[in-house]
């Protein structure tokens, strides 16, 4: 009886345990088959993060390998508006180091959301004097921001960002697909506390941007800023530009416009003062356009230097228009024509050329047309096909008027003289590199074509030469080598379509030295009073941009010699 | 003989089994404290950037320029605005003093003239 008993109640216990078992084996079978998606899904999205891995921008260098563009680490404030109790006293502490509105930080602050912006990319000191505050519900997120520091220095050519480091303009805008390089990714892991563990389930490497030179010389920039800056304030100009280039390769050393801005500080300023006029503005050259003229007629043959003109003592009828000179003149040669900037004698040279003529030496010039410079931007100019001329525009095309031109239009038609007669590519980036200073892509000097033959070339050195020595350009002759030069000025139009008589556009566009020129530099300044003629405005400004440039380019490459002169003799002992 | 065998498997099993946890819990530690390696590496990389960038600011020319315009008080003026004197082309005629003529006799000597002091 004691055996069936026990028997029974083993039999009992064996069940129950049985039921229980297969229970539990139904259960996790379940768990494991029918619910093991859902439930890994929600552990992996617990226990793992997906973070977007920002590349580096590339760097911006000038042509010495000096950075002009470049990313510093900077912190940006987050709050989490749920974990946050007292808003308003954290908004009261807030607002004075983030120069903040409390509006602002009290939408941010009371929206029912777990993460929200407070301000981005904020100062080291900004980030200090916060983490002192010990609020909970703060945080910082570390990202890269762009710096600039040569501030204000060549920042047309530079550019900018915007906040999320996507180029805006200049070249950080023209070559942002290269600059910005591909974001990566990974899966980092996260205990149990959420706080994010450096180990990545999966990743995707982010590649950094690649780096560019440009041609720009730091030293050549700073030198052009300053004298523009000069010439801009002791003229009360509206504005400036100055562009320096080499002549035979048609690399931009300078490029220079005021009002200028730092870049560094771009949203408090406005976008007027952002453009860059050296590309973007379009406005009558006047008398500086009197090169294409002249080297037509040379050219062609029409006319060599010593050929008279008379010009009608100042005063000509063109059609029902009458044309005037600055100053009188009787019996000119071609060259003193061109030495005095005469209008009559440019027009009846003009006359004897025929307006096709001029239209195609225009054209040769690069007029009408974009330059092709790699920078955003560019406004191609206006001249109108003989067709569309007047009566009058022979004697207005050939001496600027009735003709819209950029800057650097002006600077390659003269380096196009200098250079012995090719109309070059003006180009400021030189090269794109990797972090190993691998050189990726090299761009070379390009020949757009050949505008004038070496002897109309040489020609019109001698000539222009004459006007800096004898002529209107007097101001703009260096003090210890030659140069030669055309001086400009050019009535700006007023609203109703005459010419004004107190709005002037003066400008020089010259080379120096003369006869073996090593830069093109083109001055224009926007309306400059009380003095608005080009030799006295525009001239000076050339001048001492050219001694400064010269003096620096002699002694850079002395150093170079002597580098390599010392190179040479540690090679042979 | 099987308790000993079933006693030394579970053994072996747990072994393992705390082996396998202790493993795990050593990635974490080292996922902490290389978390923590990397915040430091990070912070003093983005402080040697910073330096640099100060570094660059300051050696840069319009920063250097600035400097030299500030504590220079002498500012060249522009050529422009140099006023040159020239003197008169036609001889300057002086007039002839009779009385100076006659002490002449007693001027044995050259006229008195300022000179140089050379050192």
């Not at chain 1, 899904?41 to 973070?51: G, R, T, V, W």
């Not at chain 1, 990545?200 to 941007?209: E, F, I, K, L, N």
């Not at chain 1, 009608?312 to 030495?339: C, K, M, P």
């Not at chain 1, 010039?365 to 920078?375: H, W």
Request: proline share 4%; charged share 25%.
């Amino acid at each position: 009886m004691y055996i069936k008993e026990f028997s029974r109640r083993f039999y009992i216990v064996f069940l129950s345990f049985l039921v229980f078992f297969t229970f539990i084996i139904a259960r996790l079978f379940f768990i494991q088959f029918f619910h093991g998606r859902y439930l890994s899904a929600i552990a992996e999205k617990q226990q793992s993060l997906y973070i977007e891995l920002e590349p580096q921008r590339g760097i911006i260098y000038d042509s010495s390998a000096r950075p002009l563009a470049i990313n510093i680490a900077a912190q940006s404030l987050y709050a989490v508006p749920r974990e946050i109790k007292d808003k308003e006293k954290i908004i009261a502490a807030l607002a004075p180091i983030l120069n903040a509105d409390y509006s602002y930080l009290k939408d941010r602050l009371y929206r029912n959301k777990s993460f929200v912006w407070l301000a981005r990319k904020i100062t080291p000191q900004q980030t200090e004097k916060i983490k002192a505050l010990k609020i909970k519900g703060l945080g910082f997120i570390r990202e890269n921001k762009r710096a600039y520091p040569n501030g204000y220095l060549a920042s047309h050519i530079v550019g900018f960002t915007d906040i999320d480091n996507h180029g805006l303009s200049g070249e950080e805008l023209a070559y942002d697909k290269y600059l910005k390089g591909v974001s990566g990714w990974a899966f980092f892991l996260r205990d149990a506390r959420q706080n994010r563990l450096d180990i990545a389930a999966q990743m995707v490497s982010p590649r950094d941007g690649l780096d560019i030179v440009l041609t720009i010389d730091e030293v050549i920039q700073y030198i052009a800023e300053k004298e523009l800056d000069k010439a801009a304030k002791d003229y009360n100009a509206k504005g400036a530009s100055l562009v320096v280039l080499d002549p035979y390769t048609g690399r931009v050393l300078a490029l220079v416009n005021r009002p200028t801005f730092d870049l560094n500080y771009v949203s408090s300023t406005s976008s007027d003062v952002r453009r860059n006029r050296a590309i973007c503005d379009l406005f009558e050259p006047g008398s500086v356009f009197k090169i294409v003229t002249a080297s037509a007629a040379l050219e062609e043959n029409k006319v060599n230097e010593n050929d008279k003109f008379f010009c009608e003592n100042g005063s000509y009828r063109v059609a029902n228009h009458i044309l005037h000179d600055h100053q009188s003149h009787g019996w000119l040669t071609f060259r003193e024509v061109i030495e005095q900037s005469s209008n009559i004698g440019t027009t009846k040279v003009a006359q004897i050329l025929g307006p096709e003529v001029v239209y195609r030496y225009a054209k040769l010039f690069g007029f009408g047309s974009d330059t092709g410079i790699d920078l955003p931007g560019e406004i191609r100019g206006m001249l109108k096909e003989p067709r569309f001329w007047s009566k009058t525009s022979i004697g207005a095309v050939p001496i600027g008027q009735e003709v819209g031109v950029n800057v650097l239009q002006l600077a390659t038609a003269i380096a196009a003289i200098a250079n012995g007669g090719y109309l070059m590519k003006p180009f400021v980036v030189s090269a794109i590199q990797d972090k190993q200073q691998h050189v990726l892509r090299q761009y070379k000097p390009m020949a757009i074509r050949r505008v004038i033959s070496v002897n109309t070339a040489e020609r019109m050195k001698m000539i222009l030469k004459g006007v800096v020595n004898d002529g209107t350009g007097k101001l703009g002759k260096p003090a210890s080598f030659t140069a030669a030069g055309k001086t400009g000025t050019a009535q700006k139009l007023e609203p109703d379509g005459r010419y004004s008589h107190n709005k002037f556009v003066a400008s020089f566009i010259g080379f120096a030295p003369a006869e073996e020129p090593l830069i093109v530099i083109a001055v224009v300044v926007d309306e400059p009073h009380p003095y608005y003629f080009g030799g006295v405005v525009a001239a000076p400004a050339f001048k001492n941009v050219a001694e400064e440039v010269i003096k620096y380019l002699k002694a850079k490459q002395l150093n170079a010699n002597r580098l390599t002169g010392i190179n040479e003799i540690t090679r042979i002992n | 003989m099987r308790f000993n065998r079933f006693l030394s498997g579970a053994f072996f099993v747990t072994a393992v089994s705390l082996f396998y946890v202790y493993q795990q819990t050593s990635i974490y530690t080292l996922a902490y404290s290389g978390e923590k390696k990397q915040r430091v590496y990070q912070d003093l990389l983005d402080k040697n950037n910073l330096l640099r960038y100060n570094l660059n600011v300051v050696t840069s020319l319009s920063a250097m320029g600035n400097k030299v315009l500030e504590a220079s008080e002498f500012e060249m003026p522009a050529e422009n605005r140099i006023v040159k004197l020239e003197y008169p082309r036609e001889k300057v005629v002086i007039a002839k003093n009779k009385i100076a003529e006659i002490f002449n006799i007693f001027g044995f000597k050259s006229q008195a003239e300022a000179r140089t002091v050379n050192h």
